[in-house]
């Protein structure tokens, strides 16, 4: 089955140390997204990447950063330097096709614990 | 910049009656796409229905529907016959229809709908 995974599900860190979050797809979609989800809050644009070895701060990247190395893997690293890290965390992906606009499919998420 | 206003923090339904949730939006574009999400318990976002500004005719998939309003940037989501099973944060969000560079698509703060037995 195609789809998008999140791995793990839930996340336990100690503050001041980096963590990263992993993301595959075997969707064949070239742009890729990370989410932070906070109560009240929606769906904030961390990162987001439209083809490989290429990406774009969304509205809160400050504290996080990515790579794009291979179409189907989008890692997020969650730095020490991000102040309130705790939060869940989705990552999708969407075709990238000219003259068409695609919804974005999302994998199950990952939730984030700093203490 | 554009933006997306959900009004409704919360919303309750009897089963199997009808519910409207609302979302408006702010743009000065003409062509864009407009989606509604459903996000249960699970966590899992499912898409329930997506619109495209340039079409007149209202979406719509089985039980959901939306009233499309352009002129007014208004994106309201209703659904039909609610289940149990209806219960869910509901996202609206918007995409640019732009192939400009950006690929940003952009959600409300989400609804919380309550279906009651």
């Known amino acids: 089955d195609g789809g998008i995974t999140q791995s793990p599900k839930y996340l336990f860190r100690k503050e001041g140390q980096n963590v990263t979050l992993s993301c595959e797809q075997n969707l064949n979609h070239d742009a890729m997204y990370w989410y932070r989800q906070d109560p009240g809050q929606g769906l904030r644009l961390i990162y987001y990447?439209?083809?490989?070895?290429?990406?774009q701060k969304g509205d809160i990247a400050e504290g996080y950063s990515v790579s794009r190395e291979k179409k189907e893997s989008f890692p997020l690293t969650v730095t020490s330097a991000q102040k309130n890290p705790t939060a869940f965390y989705l990552c999708?992906?969407?075709?990238?096709?000219?003259?068409?606009?695609?919804?974005?499919?999302f994998g199950p998420g990952t939730r984030l614990t700093v203490t | 910049a554009q933006t997306v206003t959900q009004s409704q923090p919360e919303m309750s339904v009897q089963e199997a009656e009808t519910v409207t949730l609302s979302c408006t939006y702010d743009t000065s574009e003409s062509d864009y796409y407009l989606f509604w999400y459903k996000q249960p318990p699970s966590r899992q976002m499912i898409l329930v229905i997506r619109q495209e500004a340039y079409k007149q005719q209202n979406a719509t998939e089985n039980r959901f529907s939306v009233n499309f309003q352009k002129a007014a940037k208004s994106f309201s989501l209703k659904i039909s016959d609610s289940q149990l099973g209806d219960a869910a944060m509901y996202f609206c969000?918007?995409?640019?229809?732009?192939?400009?560079?950006?690929?940003?698509?952009?959600f409300g703060t989400g609804t919380r709908l309550k279906v009651l037995a």
């Open positions: 990447s439209q083809i490989v070895n290429d990406f």
């Open positions: 969000a918007y995409r640019s229809a732009s192939y400009s560079g950006t690929y940003k698509y952009i």
């Open positions: 999708a992906s969407s075709i990238v096709w000219v003259g068409r606009i695609y919804e974005q499919y």
